[in-house]
């Protein structure tokens, strides 16, 4: 703005000197040197600050004013007043005409004006649009100057949009090696944004990757990393691992991680994968979660699942992921302390009083004298206001053994305590199940009654239970009493570990026939099932030694029962003694109760008919599990047949 003004005072200058150039001389020619006029009163003439003489006519000739006498002067017949001049312009007679104009103002300002160059010409409006122009000229420089970095970024960033729009299209038709061509060189990508070149530069990681560039591709995709929010680049990275197995490292955990999760049934890769994490000892979380996602097929699978326990017990981790592990150790380790003890906390935390008392029952056969098992009984009980029947649980164990260190510890610690109240210890505690119903028989008085309904409805749980025998076992010991001897040493290296390994308890063993328990149908079916696969593996290999053949008969049954310090009593037990008589050697016999309870439809069954059984109204329906004898899991073989009672 202040260029504008100042031009336009430049303009008026010139303006007004061409004025006065123009005004002066016909000022002087007409007023001064005629001596009508002094200079100072012709200026003011001019001005128009004083009036001209009356006696003075003033003519325009040729653009100059000069006073004439009349004799010069004539007119036409128009009225036009016309003048005889030179070529100069100066009256004389006789010459061309021309015509003159009278000044008819009394101020001579307007009159000269008019005939100036500057209205005639139009300099005035020509000179304000030169300034005009060389304003506006300035300001489209200025302008253009102060928005270059602007253009100059808009420049670019079209630049960049054209280079990432050709780098995408090469990556989605997967053409790497042209992309490498043309954008893997640093000038390809010189002038672009650091955001830019590093998109680019994520998009030739992944391309050298591809075409298994280790020494470009590798370096490249650490300093891409950062960009990589699709997670892409990092499976990509797995991959070229998966597929070079010897250039991973440990801090290559990330990429691992990423293929696998994209790959979850690349199996080949997920054993490399456990191997690797064992190897150097990688406990991330996101790896132990995928090493449980794909425990089951893993040929190592008792060392990873040792490897994830401790990683996880390490932490202390309690997440769903981490339960449902720890529930899995109890099945396939029952004799491992350490998931029951988590476990155990972990519900008695959650004050889960059923699932934590069943866990520190398991715990007080494996670890008695573990003293957090018992500060955990302790909590339990006394968050549920039931200290006085774990009072009774150590005085079952006092009953046994007197002077037994823990119970009486527990005893006293139970008794100091202000919650407890030893009236609510019934007195009926110690009595077992038969005593119990002979005495519920006999009892008259109503309190004493509910006293007694209330210790059997606690003896009460929901358990399956297994029993088996060998077939003929009575005719097969008259004829070979030494051999078989070394069958019944062969069925308790069988049936007892792998009862424990799927979380049940042998109660009883009475000869060649056990008796077992389980807190669910599904673990009972596959001990079972795995039991007899073992047993006719093993008389495969009886077969090749030329030695007799032993079957056993096996019958599970699930529902209602009564738990008396591990013992089990009740019309569902004698059922699945039933089921067991009932039963064909080499297969596995159950009741419908038992299919009922089963949570998923894993497993097959064939109906084979009813059964009366001793105590119910109604016959029991018997059904066959459906299963392929010889898939046996090699390392269950494995485990079972290294002893030296197979191999001698």
């Known amino acids: 703005m202040a260029k504008f003004i100042f031009r336009i005072i430049l303009l008026g200058i010139l303006l007004i000197g061409i004025y006065l150039f123009e005004a002066f001389p016909a000022l002087y020619q007409g007023l001064i040197k005629k001596g009508e006029l002094n200079p100072v009163d012709a200026v003011q003439v001019l001005i128009g600050k004083k009036m001209a003489p009356d006696h003075v006519d003033l003519f325009w000739i040729h653009n100059r004013l000069q006073p004439l006498a009349d004799e010069f002067i004539y007119e036409d017949n128009s009225k036009r007043i016309f003048v005889h001049t030179d070529a100069s312009g100066n009256p004389i007679e006789n010459q061309s005409e021309h015509k003159v104009f009278k000044v008819v103002s009394k101020t001579l300002y307007l009159d000269i004006w008019s005939r100036s160059y500057i209205p005639k010409f139009f300099l005035h409006w020509i000179g304000l649009g030169l300034v005009i122009l060389w304003t506006l000229k300035d300001f489209i420089l200025d302008l253009l100057e102060r928005t270059a970095p602007a253009r100059e970024q808009k420049r670019k960033a079209k630049q960049a949009k054209n280079l990432l729009a050709q780098a995408t299209k090469m990556m989605e038709s997967k053409q790497y090696q042209k992309l490498v061509d043309k954008m893997g060189k640093p000038e390809d990508r010189a002038g672009l944004t650091s955001e830019d070149s590093d998109k680019i530069e994520?998009?030739?990681?992944i391309a050298y990757l591809k075409l298994n560039n280790a020494d470009k591709g590798i370096p490249m995709a650490a300093k891409a990393k950062n960009r990589d929010e699709s997670g892409e680049l990092a499976i990509e990275l797995g991959a070229f691992l998966s597929r070079n197995p010897a250039k991973a490292k440990a801090q290559d955990l990330s990429y691992l991680c990423a293929y696998l999760e994209a790959n979850p049934s690349d199996s080949d890769?997920?054993?490399?994968?456990?191997?690797?994490?064992?190897?150097?000892?990688?406990?991330?979380?996101?790896?132990v979660s995928l090493l449980i996602k794909h425990l089951e097929?893993?040929?190592?699978?008792?060392?990873?699942?040792?490897?994830?326990?401790q990683a996880l017990l390490q932490e202390r981790v309690l997440s769903s992921e981490a339960i449902a592990f720890y529930e899995l150790c109890k099945i396939?380790?029952?004799?491992n302390v350490e998931p029951y003890l988590i476990l155990a906390e972990y519900k008695t935390e959650k004050n889960l009083y059923k699932e934590a008392l069943d866990d520190l029952e398991k715990l007080l056969n494996l670890d008695y004298e573990n003293q957090v098992v018992h500060d955990l009984l302790f909590n339990l009980h006394k968050n549920n206001g039931k200290l006085s029947e774990l009072y009774q649980i150590y005085s079952n164990v006092l009953d046994q053994v007197p002077d037994e260190a823990i119970a009486l510890t527990q005893q006293r610690k139970i008794k100091d305590d202000p919650d407890f109240d030893q009236s609510k210890i019934s007195k009926f505690e110690k009595l077992t199940m038969q005593e119990l119903f002979a005495r519920k028989q006999t009892i008259k008085d109503e309190a004493e009654l509910a006293e007694i309904e209330e210790v059997i409805e606690k003896r009460k749980k929901f358990l399956t239970i297994m029993f088996t025998d060998i077939k003929g076992y009575t005719k097969l010991s008259e004829k070979y009493p030494n051999d078989m001897m070394r069958v019944v040493l062969q069925g308790d290296q069988i049936l007892p570990p792998t009862?424990?390994?799927?979380?049940?308890?042998?109660?009883?063993?009475?000869?060649?026939?056990?008796?077992?328990?389980?807190?669910?149908?599904k673990d009972a079916i596959v001990a079972a099932m795995q039991i007899q696969q073992l047993i006719i593996e093993n008389n495969r290999r009886r077969a090749e030694n030329d030695v007799f053949p032993w079957e056993i008969r096996i019958g599970i049954n699930t529902?209602?029962?009564?738990?008396q310090n591990g013992d089990v009593f009740g019309d569902e037990v004698n059922v699945a003694s039933r089921v067991e008589s009932s039963g064909e050697p080499n297969h596995v016999f159950c009741t419908e109760g038992t299919i009922k309870a089963l949570s998923d439809n894993t497993f097959k069954f064939e109906f084979v008919g009813e059964k009366e059984v001793k105590g119910k109204s109604m016959p029991i329906k018997l059904y066959r599990l459906t299963f392929d004898p010889n898939?046996?899991?090699?390392?269950?073989?494995?485990?079972?047949?290294?002893?030296?009672?197979f191999n001698s």
């Open 297 to 309: 097929s893993l040929s190592n699978t008792e060392a990873v699942r040792n490897f994830v326990l």
């Open 202 to 205: 994520w998009m030739l990681a």
């Open 332 to 335: 396939q380790d029952p004799e």
């Open 631 to 645: 898939n046996l899991d090699p390392s269950l073989a494995g485990e079972v047949f290294s002893n030296e009672i």
């Open 559 to 563: 529902g209602w029962m009564y738990d």
């Open 499 to 521: 009862i424990n390994k799927h979380g049940g308890i042998v109660i009883k063993k009475i000869g060649d026939a056990y008796m077992a328990r389980f807190d669910n149908a």
């Open 269 to 287: 890769f997920a054993k490399f994968f456990a191997d690797f994490c064992l190897k150097h000892k990688l406990s991330d979380k996101k790896a």
